[in-house]
């Protein structure tokens, strides 16, 4: 059973920077796609980024280009640099994982394990 813990939100003013990171333990061999998802006040969950575990790949939702990079850092711990933070970016942040290999990354049905969520809060 694979087992997914993240940390590193926090609060920040608007234009600044945080990194999150998810530590994934357990049969982490079998994970193919890892990725962030987000779900604001009021708001449905969203897809953040993702990466592929196999060749590297990786993809995020159009409103945090050139300001968010997700990457693998060793082994099966995968962070979300954050930067230019606005205030719309104010939400609970998960990380997942999946099994499957065609997985539709950014469609959050298609991952198997979920992170507890760790809270960014964006000042203006």
């Known amino acids: 059973q694979e087992h997914l813990v993240e940390s590193g939100g926090g609060l920040v003013q608007a234009g600044g920077s945080l990194r999150l990171s998810c530590a994934a333990s357990g049969r982490t061999s079998s994970i193919y796609h890892m990725g962030w998802f987000r779900q604001g006040p009021g708001k449905e969950r969203e897809f953040v980024a993702a990466l592929n575990f196999i060749d590297g790949g990786t993809s995020y939702r159009d409103s945090v280009k050139g300001r968010f990079t997700i990457s693998r850092d060793n082994g099966n711990t995968v962070s979300l640099q954050m930067n230019s933070l606005k205030p719309e970016d104010t939400a609970v942040y998960y990380c997942?994982?999946?099994?499957?290999?065609?997985?539709?990354?950014?469609?959050?049905?298609?991952?198997?394990?979920w992170g507890q969520g760790t809270q960014v809060t964006v000042s203006s």
């Open positions: 997942a994982a999946t099994k499957k290999l065609w997985a539709t990354r950014s469609n959050g049905n298609e991952y198997d394990y």
